[in-house]
């Protein structure tokens, strides 16, 4: 197997979501993320990191329609859902690709929206410590948002 780092590079710096790339490869998520953050040095890769990512890139070679989503809100929605210390969902809305984080008093509230096109695709609540500083990254939401697009 020839291994191209530089096409590994530009992989790592795609707009493919880490959940693709993870799931077909079967490697980590949080170690490809690791990568593309710079958490991890790519002068340290490992060989099984390499052959990995070297195989999704001869997979998917030549595919141009992989682009990245304009997403509307998507700023405000992390901004809201990371400085809030209690239950917090973001919703996503398809028909004009915008997200939003609405936060609240108690973990078992929700808005119920009348379009069944908009769902929810991320939370955090408030009766578990764990979970009340949960963060989330503009990444996450565009994996999820592609989530969404792919099984409609």
Known sequence: MIIDTENIQELLKSDYPSTQIGVETGL???????YRTGKSKLE???LKYLQG???FC???R???NHKKV???GIRKAVGTFNNWQGAARVYFDPSDTSVWTKVYAGPGEWDKYKDPNI???AQKATNRMDERDNKITMREIRELVDGVEKND
Request: charged share 15%; aromatic share 0%.
């Open 53 to 55: 990512l070297q195989d």
């Open 119 to 121: 769902v929810q695709i």
């Open 44 to 46: 340290n890769i490992t």
């Open 62 to 64: 030549g595919e141009t």
């Open 28 to 34: 980590s998520i949080s170690g490809i993320n690791n």
């Open 70 to 72: 304009n997403i509307k």
């Open 58 to 60: 001869d997979n998917h």
